[in-house]
């Protein structure tokens, strides 16, 4: 078993600051209301479009290797340059070998979870690259050293107050001002010299048409256009799962995306990407990275169905109270819970039973995947596999035999019942003085077994 920290203990680190927790609880909750307010103003179609996304992306899973083969060769004929990688390792070399084919050291970097995935700003580092992001919440963690803490908005754990003291250190902003219009305009001014100066940008992808050939890149800020089009190097990293048939399809998954996402209509910038311009260069990189194995496990396969909003992050009140680093994963939230194992059972065994099993992720999520049950079924199959500690499995299986006997269920009810007479009265004898000073019931004075038998009714 792994001695790095788990779900447990990173979230009782970001429990220590309680006043933060509300907070980031709040905010969250905040937008997970935007989410309902904007699904209510298309009540009489939100239902069928999530319907109809789920649909759709059943149809892609059932027939992914002909929609990436037409996608390939769509992609070919629009000039585009198509890399395939297995995992992160060849995803990553991929793109340092496009780096030094290009004869530079230097790159501008939109959001992209794949990345994150592939830790690729670390292997580029390592390699004497220079990435910078340049989403201005994935900017403010990269100038924190921090990985993001959501896959929408990745420093939703940073305060205004905060991010004002860190641009004072990096960025020369004034010491103390925390003004975001000062702030926005201060990375605006500090990225537009990496814009202009670098030769190489890199996009992640939210939607691959198999039938032209194209993708889709959204984005709230307009840093992947601006990066692009500036560049004469296009790196596009997408993985497998984020193919669509057809372009009439778009308008079904962004109409649902930033709505459940943040509460938007939709991005401000949904930018198609189809062939390099003149005199530059395309490449699209297709990356496994395990969604074959999680293609081939039929109880999680639906969870490839994820179109990276971030919804179920929102209303989990378990990731609203632990924060998105408890998850040591790039993924966070429900849905990473159930990604996450895919790829490293024994270093993610934790994440699935960091849940209540509330089934809101599963309620909000636009294409219907069934989160709850997936993170209940990765549960059962890690224990079988013997990946959870002792206390844990041991605990499991006492609750299985208790909830798979109507009469043991009954009689531990029983039980409980009278130890909660029982208890409180005993700890108001003991040295606690908090006890002490309250009025607690006291202990009956018969055994339990009398106790069960006269109640047993």
């Not at 309902?36 to 649909?55: G, K, M, N, P, Q």
């Not at 024994?346 to 219907?368: Q, R």
């Not at 079924?377 to 041991?394: A, S």
Request: hydrophobic share 35%.
């Amino acid at each position: 078993m792994s001695t790095k920290p788990k779900h447990p203990e990173l979230s009782e680190r970001f429990n220590a600051d309680e006043p933060r927790v509300d907070w980031h609880d709040a905010t969250l909750w905040w937008i997970r209301q935007k989410r309902d307010i904007a699904a209510h103003t298309l009540y009489e179609d939100w239902e069928s479009l999530r319907d109809t996304a789920s649909a759709i992306k059943d149809n892609v899973l059932g027939n992914l290797a002909d929609y990436l083969e037409s996608f390939e060769r769509q992609a070919t004929a629009n000039g585009a340059i198509v890399h395939w990688a297995a995992d992160a390792a060849e995803h990553n070399q991929i793109v340092l070998s496009l780096l030094q084919q290009a004869g530079t050291k230097r790159m501008v970097k939109s959001k992209s979870m794949l990345t994150e995935e592939c830790h690729l700003n670390e292997y580029l580092a390592k390699n004497g690259i220079e990435v910078v992001d340049t989403d201005l919440g994935e900017r403010i963690v990269q100038l924190a050293d921090e990985p993001p803490s959501h896959i929408v908005m990745p420093c939703i754990h940073w305060k205004k107050e905060e991010i004002g003291e860190l641009f004072h250190q990096h960025l020369g902003t004034p010491k103390g001002n925390a003004d975001p219009q000062l702030l926005t305009e201060a990375a605006r001014q500090h990225l537009r010299d990496k814009f202009l100066s670098r030769r190489v940008a890199l996009t992640g992808v939210n939607f691959a048409v198999a039938e032209t050939g194209e993708f889709v890149v959204c984005t709230n800020e307009g840093n992947a256009d601006m990066g692009v089009h500036l560049a004469d190097v296009h790196i596009a990293c997408m993985g497998i799962e984020k193919i669509i048939p057809r372009r009439e399809h778009l308008g079904v998954f962004l109409r649902l995306l930033a709505r459940s996402a943040t509460g938007q209509p939709i991005t401000t910038y949904s930018s198609h990407f189809k062939s390099p311009r003149k005199g530059a260069q395309l490449h699209i990189v297709l990356v496994d990275n395990g969604r074959s194995q999680q293609l081939g496990r039929e109880a999680f396969r639906n969870s490839l169905k994820c179109i990276r909003c971030g919804a179920c992050m929102n209303t989990c009140p378990v990731y609203r109270r632990s924060g998105g680093h408890s998850y040591h994963n790039a993924v966070a939230g429900p849905i990473g819970a159930i990604l996450a194992p895919n790829l490293d059972m024994t270093k993610n065994a934790d994440l699935p039973f960091a849940s209540t099993l509330c089934g809101s992720c599963s309620n909000v999520c636009p294409v219907k995947i069934n989160i709850h049950e997936q993170l209940y079924e990765w549960r059962q199959e890690l224990t079988r596999q013997g990946k959870v500690d002792f206390g844990k499995k041991m605990g499991l299986k006492m609750m299985s035999s208790v909830l798979s006997s109507p009469m043991v269920y009954r009689s531990m009810g029983k039980m409980g019942r009278w130890a909660m007479r029982v208890i409180p009265g005993m700890v108001s004898n003991s040295f606690n003085p908090w006890f002490k000073q309250r009025e607690m019931p006291a202990a009956p004075k018969e055994s339990f077994r009398d106790w069960y038998l006269k109640n047993r009714s």
